[in-house]
């Protein structure tokens, strides 16, 4: 059975820092890509970060500069370092996993709070 298993979500202080990470697991498969989503409430959901299996990441221009997404390809792991923390980035974070065989599927991780507030 796959599965996204998410960690590392809280509370932080503004301009503080947390780390998320998302281990794939059980039936998943050829990876193409993996990345961090967020939803705030009220909000749609939004890329945050993504990954590709060559190491070229993409960021949305809110996180350049503060976010870094890395991967460790022998765990089908991949990690969000979040720092300068801002009350804005206050949201559900998903963890992604795009896959290929004929076709791309996505999986998604049930999702970890993260809170910036003092």
């Known amino acids: 059975q796959a599965q996204l298993v998410e960690s590392g979500g809280g509370l932080v202080q503004p301009g503080g820092s947390l780390r998320l990470s998302c281990a794939a697991s059980?039936?998943?498969?050829?990876?193409?890509?993996m990345g961090w989503y967020r939803q705030a409430p009220g909000k749609e959901r939004e890329l945050v970060a993504t990954i590709s299996n060559s190491g070229s990441t993409d960021y949305a221009a809110s996180v350049k500069g503060r976010f870094t997404i890395s991967r460790d390809n022998a765990k089908n792991t991949v990690y969000l370092q979040m720092n300068s923390l801002k009350p804005e980035d206050t949201a559900v974070y998903y963890c992604?996993?795009?896959?290929?065989?004929?076709?791309?599927?996505?999986?998604w991780g049930q999702g970890t709070q993260v809170t910036v507030s003092s």
């Open positions: 992604n996993v795009k896959t290929y065989v004929y076709a791309f599927r996505n999986y």
């Open positions: 059980g039936s998943i498969s050829n990876i193409y890509a």
